[in-house]
């Protein structure tokens, strides 16, 4: 029999580097998981002579299959008949934990710890909040009826410059980048100038799932802050955070699409009750100035 030694490991090493090069960097206690595997393996397995080199082989394949199982997380969604969004399977699993987020919110049940705060008849207008102990700036959920299709929403959100026609709270949006991430999924950065209803600035990552679980008919979108070299804080400016935020949109038929807003806001307030209810109109306000926009983008198109 025959142990493995520091000697017999340097190929291990060396193709453990070329193979890493072609994953995420890791961090933190990830990093020590993996070492910790690492020394675990290579002290307790026990290599027999006369199969040295295909053992060698199938440790750097567990170690390298330990390694990235730590880089893609992999989260379980349930869903049930109130979910919002129902999967075709009883468990749905991604690697994406922005996504997990997203859906874990859009999902969650409206019991007593969401508070309504807007009931507007039209377009079915609601707007609920849930005040959380760990941050002062409440979870906000909106719920609506918009009759238009999918595409004619997609686009309004697409083009930046029309964006600014019916979008009353943002007097400048930008592209700071544009790629698609390892499991081909748009992303965006962009820079948002608000005049309205706070002088704020933001710069937001947003990721598009189209097709949203190869339905033609659903999207989903999600949003968070982010920092950008390019584009420091300007100390005349406060810069806004979204903590976490997006949309859920399923077309029901060509006049009607429903839809889910969830935002966690940070506007950089004392958050107040005259703030908060700033803070609800502006919702409120952006889903019927949305509604407008594809009404105008259908006039000006003449669609």
Not at 77 to 98: A, L, V
Not at 139 to 152: E, H, Q, T, V
Request: glycine content about 2%; overall charge positive.
């Amino acid at each position: 029999m025959h142990k493995v030694t520091n000697t017999n490991l340097e190929h291990l090493s060396s193709s453990l580097f070329h193979h890493s090069i072609k994953l995420n960097p890791l961090k933190g206690d990830d990093i020590k998981l993996l070492q910790f595997k690492e020394e675990e393996i290579k002290e307790n397995r026990i290599i027999p002579n006369e199969e040295k080199v295909n053992s060698e082989s199938q440790l750097i394949e567990d170690i390298i299959k330990y390694q990235e199982n730590i880089i893609k997380k992999k989260f379980k969604i349930s869903s049930n008949q109130n979910s919002i969004i129902k999967f075709p399977i009883e468990k749905y699993i991604t690697n994406d934990e922005d996504e997990y987020k997203l859906l874990t919110l859009i999902n969650e049940q409206l019991n007593k710890t969401w508070q309504i705060q807007i009931d507007d008849n039209q377009f079915g207008i609601k707007i609920y909040k849930k005040e959380l102990s760990y941050n002062k700036n409440p979870l906000i959920k909106a719920f609506c009826s918009i009759p238009f299709p999918l595409n004619i929403i997609m686009k309004i959100f697409e083009d930046l410059n029309f964006r600014l026609k019916w979008d009353k709270y943002s007097s400048k949006i930008n592209i700071i980048e544009k790629f698609n991430d390892e499991n081909s999924i748009e992303n965006y950065i962009i820079y948002n100038y608000m005049i309205n209803p706070f002088e704020r600035d933001f710069i937001r990552k947003i990721k598009v799932w189209k097709n949203y679980l190869g339905n033609s008919k659903m999207l989903l979108l999600h949003y968070k802050s982010v920092e950008h070299k390019n584009f420091p804080e300007n100390k005349n400016i406060k810069r806004g955070n979204f903590i976490i935020g997006g949309y859920f949109f399923q077309e029901i038929n060509q006049k009607l699409t429903k839809s889910i807003i969830v935002s966690h806001p940070d506007f950089k307030n004392n958050f107040d009750e005259f703030t908060n209810e700033k803070v609800y109109e502006y919702f409120h306000n952006f889903i019927k100035d949305l509604i407008n926009g594809c009404d105008l983008y259908i006039k000006s198109h003449k669609l």
